[in-house]
């Protein structure tokens, strides 16, 4: 697998909401060896649903130039190529991340560049830029918007961006169990991100809420660490085999009769996907 080496100096931007120190905890403690098989794309509703939303969208086409900004871990860089056929580049903070996303794709046999440096350091002309749960970590988000158009093909290109829905559901959740999540998250409406999408002068606009109402989406994270005997009662016993429940059901719906259940309201993601030129 190719890699690149170069480091740029890690110098958090000053309009971040997080550091380095932050994404290394993060990816130090999340991984997964079954990012290859992509089974986790057809057993999730969230990644299913998505995925058939990215397959309405976007065009199977070999050689064609990705970018994942965000890409620790390396699972997306995985699911475009192998879905897509998409030559693939991936840019994290992390060190950890970086490593881990090396890892995956090599043992997924795709031939990547993974790039450990500052985004708004970044050069070249991409035909699809995606990014998951990466803008809601600036004050700032239209501003790394803007840098992802100016690293799109001239004539075309597309801009894909997920974020979490700290206005629904989840964002209850978090607000009443981990208010702590709004220090590192920027709350970004619907209307703002489809709003900044115009602004920054890319057409054909697709945005929506992704998911649907699955108590995963319950910061299970913290009362783990805190509270694991009330986590161990309250998970297995209740939320989860209700989470379960709610996931087949879910993709059930969807594949069988065509229904989404999916609303802003409570949504664990909010997404919007705009094309650059005319």
């Not at 969208?57 to 699911?79: M, S």
Request: aromatic letters at 14%.
């Amino acid at each position: 697998m190719k890699t690149n080496e170069r480091i740029a100096t890690m110098t958090p931007n000053a309009e971040e909401l997080t550091d380095h120190a932050y994404w290394e905890g993060v990816w130090k403690r999340k991984d997964s060896p079954h990012w290859g098989d992509l089974g986790w794309v057809r057993h999730r509703y969230n990644w299913f649903a998505w995925d058939r939303l990215l397959r309405a969208r976007l065009r199977p086409q070999k050689g064609e130039r990705l970018l994942e900004v965000g890409c620790a871990g390396g699972k997306w860089l995985i699911y475009f190529h192998k879905t897509f056929g998409y030559s693939v580049t991936g840019c994290d903070y992390s060190e950890t991340g970086c490593a881990t996303a090396r890892r995956n794709l090599r043992a997924a046999g795709i031939d990547g560049t993974i790039l450990q440096r500052d985004l708004f350091s970044l050069t070249g002309e991409f035909d699809v830029i995606y990014s998951h749960g990466l803008i809601e970590h600036f004050n700032e988000p239209k501003s790394v918007l803007k840098k992802f158009v100016s690293l799109l093909r001239p004539a075309s290109g597309t801009l894909i961006s997920i974020v979490p829905n700290l206005t629904g559901l989840s964002g209850f959740y978090n607000r009443l169990l981990k208010p702590e999540i709004f220090t590192t998250h920027r709350v970004i409406t619907l209307d703002e991100l489809s709003g900044w999408y115009k602004e920054i002068g890319l057409h054909a606009i697709e945005g929506g809420a992704l998911g649907s109402f699955v108590p995963f989406m319950f910061p299970r994270d913290k009362i783990r660490r805190e509270h694991p005997r009330l986590y161990r009662f309250f998970w297995r016993a209740c939320l989860g085999p209700l989470s379960w429940a709610a996931n087949r059901l879910c993709i059930w719906l969807f594949r069988h009769v065509g229904i989404r259940i999916e609303s802003p309201r409570f949504s664990p993601y909010l997404y919007a996907i705009g094309e650059k030129g005319g």
